[in-house]
């Protein structure tokens, strides 16, 4: 921290492990960021608001069936101890879908608090009660909602100004531009007898362009047809709140 002003995006991350968001937002781009004080990252341990000799934190399905539910008390005054938020996003398989337009929505955000969810998820009170969001980062099951946190919190904070170093490395991205970017190369020019494509020698700015877009296409069409078509997804609604209730 410079101590100068108050950084531009915070996250709160309530969460089991706390060591595993101090642990990556140690490191890399997010890293010096946090230490340059342009952002902040505040992993919040669930485990003191724990219930008991045991600290629990889950319970067992009201209907039955298998795995453990997180207890709606411990999670409230955890939510509570993190303050005033500008947006509160609980990480489940069930949410829908995280994007980049959401990323872009984030980071323009002065306090979001993510809430990991552990066992099967979390009492859905609690996401009526408190949580403006649930959002997914794939269609497939993860044993908790840290690794999501961190894919969050990532494409979030490397879009606050100033976090990357070189503002082009922003503008020609996958997603950015609306569809996949075209393939790198560096040096050396003929690798174990791969040459990289000419017109990338050719030092004709033009032709480089016309040849990236038209990679960018390509690879597009072949790896995300969705994407072309212009398929917004089942998503997109901006500011949506899943889980709320219909009188609150
Ligand atoms: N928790 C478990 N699986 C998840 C997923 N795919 N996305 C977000 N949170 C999750």
């Known amino acids: 921290m410079t101590g100068a002003t108050p950084p531009r995006t ?16 140690a490191e890399g781009v997010i890293g010096r960021a946090v230490r340059r004080g342009l952002v902040a990252v505040e ?56 994007r980049q337009a959401d990323a872009e ?13 552990r066992y099967e998820g979390v009492d859905a009170r609690v996401a009526d009660r408190y949580m403006d969001d649930a959002v997914s980062i794939g269609d497939y099951v993860l044993s908790g909602g840290e690794l999501a946190a961190l894919v969050v919190l990532d494409a979030t904070l490397r879009l606050v100004p100033g976090v990357l170093g070189n503002a082009e490395s922003l ?5 950015q531009a609306g569809g996949l970017e075209h393939p790198h190369f560096t040096r050396p020019a003929t690798w174990r007898g791969d040459a990289v494509p000419e017109v990338l020698l050719s030092g004709h700015h033009g032709r480089v362009a016309a040849w990236r877009r038209q ?5 597009t069409a072949a790896l995300r047809p969705d994407l072309l078509a212009g398929d917004p997804g089942p998503d997109t609604v901006p500011g949506s709140r899943p889980g709320r209730s219909e009188e609150s």
């Not at 991350?13 to 990556?24: D, G, H, K, N, S």
């Not at 039955?64 to 101890?81: C, D, Q, S, T, W």
């Not at 503008?171 to 997603?175: A, G, I, L, N």
């Open 171 to 175: 503008r020609e991205e996958s997603y």
């Open 215 to 219: 990679e960018a296409r390509r690879r």
């Open 10 to 25: 915070r996250f709160t991350v309530l969460t089991l492990f706390p060591e595993i968001v101090r642990a990556y937002t």
């Open 105 to 117: 929505r984030f980071a323009e955000l002065e306090h979001v608090v993510l809430l990991c969810g």
């Open 43 to 98: 992993p919040l341990d669930l485990r003191p608001f724990g219930e008991g000799r045991y600290q629990a934190l889950d319970d067992v399905p009201f209907g039955g069936g298998a795995g453990m539910v997180m207890k709606p008390e411990p999670l409230a005054r955890a939510i509570e101890a993190a303050g005033p938020a500008s947006w509160r996003v609980v990480l489940s398989a069930s949410g829908r879908p995280f």
